[in-house]
Each structure stands twice: as structure tokens, then as C-alpha cells.
């Protein structure tokens, strides 16, 4: 079907900026809605952002709203999470996240294919 991987993570000083990437294989990048989930420690996977096909819409968790921008490069197959002003609430294991429509985009078990995850650890 479609495979993802992550990359990006690591570890950052609170106030800084991170870019996650996502490169997708198997399909082409332009038939999938993509999302990016994050899972904190001792907490559940969560939404925080999707983005359609064409790249035309995005959303965002409240949590993230203005700080966080997802963008896609179909002729790459390339998704990206640009993270600013990041918190310690930031820290968690982020996961790119593909589906084959743009329906109920926050519910984890409407994706069809994950990557591996990649970790984001912000410090004071």
C-alpha cells in the first residue's frame, strides 16, 4: 500500500523550532490525506495536524493552532510538520499518519498506513 517514514526528531530548548518529515513510498503522495499524530509519555496518540490531498486545506488541535504548520510536496512525496515556539508539552513520539479519504481526519484508527515515529524531547 504506502509506507512512511519519519525523520526530523530530536531534542530541542523550549522557544525553538523543529521540521519533521514524512516521505511517503508505495503510492503517490497526491491520493492520500495526510496527518501527523503525536503520543506523550504515559498519554495517547493525538491528533495535531491534517492536510488534503492537494495541499489546499489544513487543520489544526487548538493546542497547536499558530504555532505549527503542515505543508506537502506531492512531486516529492514529501509531508513536513514545521514546529515553533515549542513547550515542554511538545515532547512525545510523532507519527506521520496516511488515509485514502478526508473523513473524521482526528481519529487515529482512520489511517490506513504509520510510519515509525520519531522523537521530539523539548527542554527548559
Known amino acids: 500500500q504506502v509506507q512512511l517514514v519519519e525523520s526530523g526528531g530530536g531534542l530541542v530548548q523550549a522557544g525553538g523550532s523543529l521540521r519533521l518529515s514524512c516521505a511517503a513510498s508505495g503510492r503517490t503522495a497526491s491520493r492520500l490525506y495526510m496527518g501527523w499524530f503525536r503520543q506523550a509519555p504515559g498519554k495517547g496518540r493525538e491528533f495535531v495536524a491534517g492536510i488534503s490531498r492537494s495541499g489546499g486545506t489544513t487543520y489544526y488541535a487548538d493546542s497547536v493552532k499558530g504555532r505549527f504548520t503542515i505543508s506537502r510536496d506531492n512531486a516529492k512525496n514529501m509531508v513536513y510538520l514545521q514546529m515553533n515556539s515549542l513547550n515542554p508539552e511538545g515532547t512525545a513520539v510523532y507519527y506521520c499518519?496516511?488515509?485514502?479519504?478526508?473523513?473524521?481526519?482526528?481519529?487515529?484508527?482512520?489511517?490506513?498506513?504509520w510510519g515509525q515515529g520519531t522523537q521530539v524531547t523539548v527542554s527548559l
Open positions: 499518519a496516511a488515509k485514502y479519504n478526508d473523513f473524521d481526519i482526528r481519529r487515529p484508527n482512520e489511517y490506513a498506513s
